[in-house]
């Protein structure tokens, strides 16, 4: 266990699949957490089970892509909490088809929220970080930020934006003593995935008597030496790790737990 007690953490995707998680270990481990998702009823119940926990909370509704959205969320925190330490950028959607099918929206909202959405963030919360000379940024990019992928390619050129932004804002925060990395998830089984593998279903007819579950399990027993899927917990670990005082030099990196998908 780490000790975050006495800091202010955001987590945005708050309401579903990692986010929970990653909201909910971060609160374990101390910290008060500004909860914020599209989907504002997921984020009271995320908080109503910190709270049950002995946890402090604050669920926000919120659409990470719109500036105005955001710079609401950072003040509102700033007034109910007084400082913000913690950031962490997990909100995200997928995208399907082949790029020469893609229209300009099928491109263009991958990108809107999560690439611009951490940018977004980052760039409200930075500006209250800077001041205290103190700050942990995570950004959750994805294996498909390192390694292009056929049929997500708007995802991939997102996630692969979100390393670079990575990078750029750990050489930027870096002598404000703010830290920046990625966490490159493998294949998790949440809501995001069985919408992707209900595509691939029925997309392919030789998965069509496979359940989307059924989808899931076949791709990560080809693409993983550990042949077996992430958790969202696995990822919300590395999270509390990097947020912690024992990475306090490790900035710039953007790390896969993906049971060894992608190597690089
Ligand atoms: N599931 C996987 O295997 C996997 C793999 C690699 C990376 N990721 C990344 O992990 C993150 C979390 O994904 P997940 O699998 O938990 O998905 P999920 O669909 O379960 O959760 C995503 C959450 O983000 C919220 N959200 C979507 N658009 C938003 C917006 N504009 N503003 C605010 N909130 C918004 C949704 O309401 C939802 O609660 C994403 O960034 C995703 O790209 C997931």
Redesign the pocket.
């Known amino acids: 266990m780490y000790n975050l007690n006495g800091q202010v953490a955001i987590v945005?995707?708050?309401?579903?699949?990692?986010?929970?998680a990653i909201a909910m270990r971060l609160s374990l481990e101390g910290a008060a957490i500004i909860a914020?998702?599209?989907?504002g009823g997921?984020v009271e119940k995320a908080v109503q089970e910190m709270k049950s926990r002995g946890g402090r909370g604050l669920p926000w509704e919120?659409?990470?892509?719109i500036a105005k959205d955001v710079e609401r969320m950072v003040k509102g925190t700033m007034e109910n909490f007084g400082q913000i330490d913690i950031l962490v950028n997990?909100?995200?959607?997928?995208s399907t088809g082949l790029i020469i099918d893609h229209s300009e929206e099928d491109w263009e909202k991958p990108i809107r929220?999560?690439l611009k959405?951490t940018f977004l963030c980052s760039r409200a919360v930075a500006k209250e970080m800077i001041p205290r000379k103190r700050g942990r940024i995570v950004n959750?990019?994805?294996?498909?930020g390192k390694s292009g992928e056929e049929f997500i390619g708007a995802?991939c050129a997102s996630?692969f934006g979100v390393l670079g932004l990575t990078q750029v804002l750990a050489k930027e925060l870096g002598r404000h003593l703010i830290t920046v990395n990625a966490v490159?998830?493998?294949?998790?089984?949440?809501?995001?995935?069985e919408e992707l593998a209900q595509w691939f279903k029925d997309k392919f007819p030789a998965l069509a008597d496979l359940s989307p579950k059924e989808v899931f399990e076949k791709r990560v027993k080809s693409v993983t030496p550990l042949r077996r899927p992430?958790t969202?917990e696995d990822?919300a670990s590395l999270v509390a790790f990097l947020v912690s005082d024992e990475a306090r030099n490790i900035t710039g990196q953007a790390i896969n737990v993906d049971g060894g998908a992608v190597m690089h």
Request: aromatic fraction near 8%; proline fraction near 4%; include cysteine.
């Open positions: 945005t995707g708050a309401g579903s699949g990692m986010g929970r914020a998702d599209l989907n997921e919120i659409d990470v892509s997990n909100a995200g959607i997928g929220v999560n959405g959750i990019a994805s294996i498909a995802y996630k490159c998830p493998g294949y998790v089984w949440t809501p995001m995935w992430q969202s990822m």
